[in-house]
């Protein structure tokens, strides 16, 4: 059993993965965002970030131009052709499974990992053979990634 199959063993209802016959693109699986997710709690201050936070750094992670990008605005360099940071309703529909099943809690406003979450990001951090991009950018960020710090980042 692998480890969203793990996570997903107490939810209510059923949860069934399918292979399929098609390539899907790796951000748009339900487990690269719910490993996303985790990763961006994970480095959030307080393991806890509001939607804002949660869909720029998703949005940050999912290409290395991104990556870049969102660097370059954390430093204070925005340019005015950058991309635009968009909000995923998939995304949202993400952070919902995640708390479904255990892995974050709502908090008001903002999202927290749980233990459940707490332990799978520690899994996924630890394995060097998974989501190396996705950590290597988010270990260059600023080191406690508050709402504060994105909301400036995104008004500059």
């Known amino acids: 059993m692998g480890i969203l199959e793990e996570a997903f063993a107490g939810a209510e209802g059923i949860v069934r993965f399918t292979p399929r016959p098609d390539p899907i693109p790796g951000d748009l ?7 996303a997710l985790v990763l961006v709690l994970d480095r959030s201050r307080g393991k806890t970030a509001n939607l804002e936070q949660i869909h720029f750094l998703t949005s940050a992670i999912r290409s290395e131009e991104l990556a870049r990008m969102a660097i370059r605005w954390f430093n204070g360099s925005k340019a005015p052709d950058d991309p635009v940071i968009r909000y995923d ?28 979450g707490l332990e799978l990001a520690a899994k996924i951090k630890s394995n060097q053979m998974v989501m190396q991009r996705e950590k290597a950018f988010l270990s260059g960020l600023p080191r406690a990634i508050s709402q504060k710090s994105v909301r400036e980042v995104l008004e500059v």
């Open 29 to 35: 699986r339900l487990s690269w965002r719910l490993s």
């Open 89 to 116: 309703p998939a995304m949202s529909r993400t952070i919902g499974l995640a708390v479904a099943c255990g892995l974050a809690a709502w908090k008001g406003p903002s999202v927290s990992l749980t233990g459940d």
